[in-house]
C-alpha cells in the first residue's frame, strides 16, 4: 500500500513478520488458549466506573526452541532456566498485579524455587506405615509452594501458559497482546524470555532427520524478525514495556541495552551479565542508568524485589502520565 | 606407534577420540563420580567363590547438548524424553540387575513416568489445616514413585549420574566403562541416550555470545568421533551392548540399525521410529530382526517389559558362552 494515498505502507519488517507468521506451524490448542485469557483478562480488569486495578502483566520466562528438523529430533536452544521470570512473577503478585506466566516446559515455576531438582522424590518420604510425608528439611519450602501457588491460581491472579518452541512462543505473545489491548497504560510486558535471534523458516526446514553420514554439517540460520518492534509499534501502542538484554561480555552490554532500548522504544531495558545476574542488574531507561543489587546483608535475598520495586514505581507514574 | 614392532598402531579414529578429550571442558566433581561407581560396582560384585549376580547395566536416557558457545548460552540439543531409559531401568531391577542410570538433567526418572508435569504442584495439596496432602487422583501413582524410587536407590540396585553436555556424557560413560570392566561379561550397556553426531570443538567456539547484529548466521559443526567404536574395543571389550536407532523415516531405518550393527559390533540395536516407539520397536540381531509390541490387551502396558525380557534372555545365554 502506498502512503501517500492516506494508508499506513508496509515496512520491510512488516512483511518479513507477515511471512514468520504465515509459514509457522499452527499453534495446537489455539482456541483453548485464547479463550483463558479472555476470562483471565476480564476477571482481572476494573468494573465500569471503579477506578483500575494495579494491572497485568505478561511475564515471559525460559529459553525458546529453534526445530532444525520439522519431525523435531535436533533442535537448537537458548540457555534460561527461567528462574528470573518465576522470581518476577512472585514479587509482581505481591505487589497486587496479575501475572500471566508465559514459560518455556520444565523451566522453574513460581514459588518453587527453593526447591531441589527432582523436587518429588528429594522432598518426600514414604513412612513406615507407607504413608506419604515431607522430609524435615524441606517442609517449610513445600508448604510455601504448594499452599502461594494454590493461591495465586485460585484466586485468579497467576494465569501459567506453557511454550517450547520460537513459533509457539511467538504465536502466544501475539494472543496474549490481542487480549491485553483494552487494558491501555494498564498492561505491562516483562519480557525475561531468552528468545532465539536465529531461526531455520519451517518451509526451507529438512522434513527428516539430518543424516550424520557424510562428512560436517553446514548450517545456515536466518534472524528471527525483531518482534519487540512489532509489539510496540502495533500489538500494545499503550503498554509499558521491559525488556531484558544477557551479555557473557561485561563490555559491550550497557551499550548493547541502550541501542535495545531506543529501536525498539521500550521504557526500560535490564542489563544482565550471565556471571552476575542473581547479584545484580542495571536498568537502563530514557534518561537513567539504574544499578539493581540484592540486600548481601541477608543470605536469601533476591535482586528481583528491588528490581520489581523500582518498576511498579514506574508504571505508577506511567499510567498517572497516561490517564491526563 | 609402528604395528611390525607389537605395539598396537593408533587408527585415525583413536586419533580423533584423543584429541575430543583433550580438548572437552575437564568434568566437574570427576572424583566424586569415580568414587560412586566404585562402591557401586563393588557392593553388586559378587563376593569370590558365591557365583555371580545377574549383572549391571548402564543405561543412558535422554539427549546430550552441544554447546555453541563456551560461557554457553545457546546449544544444539537432541529431542529425547528419556521415557525409553526410564522405563528400561525400572524392567532391568526388577529382573534382578544393578542399574547406573547415566540421565539427561531434566528428563524422565525411573518410576515416575505417570506422573504429571509440575508433578509437585500437580500432585498435592495444602488442607485446612495447613497440612501437605496428596491429591486423590494420584495417590497411588506418588506412593508408588517414592516408596519404588527409594527401595532401589537405598537396596544399592539404581545409581543415577546426571549429564548435560555431550562432553559430560562421554566423560562420564568412559568413567562408567574403566569402573565396570572387571565385570566382563556381566557388564551390560543399553545406549538409549540420543547422543549428538555433530559438535563444535571447544577450542574453534566462539568465547562470547555469537551477536545477532549482522545477517544470517553460518555454523559448521564436525562429526563426534564414533565412540561406540572405542567402548567395544578399548573400554568394554568382554561387555554386552544394546545401542539404539531411532529415525522419522521408516523407509531406512532398518538397514542403518543392520549398518550399527556391524559397524559398531553391537550385540543387538533397537530400531525405533519416532511415532510409534511407544507400540513396537524392532530388535535387529546378527542373523534376526524380531518385532517387539506392547502387550495391546492392557492399556498400561509398556514396550519395554518384553523389550527387556528380551534381552536379559539374550544376555544370560552370552554369559553362559562366555563362561565356558
Known sequence: MDSRNGSVSETPLDAEIGSFFDSAPPLKDCDGIAKKLKDFIEFNSPPPGKGSPTGVVCVTSGGTTVPLEQCCVRYIDNFSSGHRGATSTEYFIKAGYAVIFLYRRGTFQPYCRSLPEDSLLECFECSDDSAIQVRQPYAEAVKRAISDHHAAVAGGHLLKIPFTTIFEYLQI??????????????????????????????????????????????????????????????????????????????????????????????????????STRKEEVTVVTGNEKILVCRDKTQSDSDVEEPLIELIVGRHSAYVKDSDL
Chains 1, 2 share one sequence.
Open 173 to 274: 505473545l501475539r494472543s496474549i497482546a490481542m487480549s491485553m489491548r483494552d487494558l491501555g497504560s494498564h498492561a505491562v510486558y516483562y519480557l525475561a524470555a531468552a528468545v532465539s535471534d536465529f531461526y531455520v523458516p519451517w518451509k526451507s526446514m529438512a522434513e527428516h532427520k539430518i543424516q550424520s553420514a557424510s562428512g560436517p554439517l553446514d548450517m545456515r540460520l536466518v534472524q528471527v524478525p525483531k518482534m519487540l518492534s512489532a509489539l510496540k509499534k502495533a500489538w500494545a501502542p499503550m503498554a509499558f514495556c521491559i525488556s531484558f538484554k544477557l551479555e557473557t561480555d561485561s563490555k559491550i552490554l550497557l551499550e548493547k541495552a541502550e541501542m535495545a532500548l531506543k529501536k525498539y522504544r521500550m521504557h526500560m531495558v535490564v542489563a544482565n551479565e550471565l
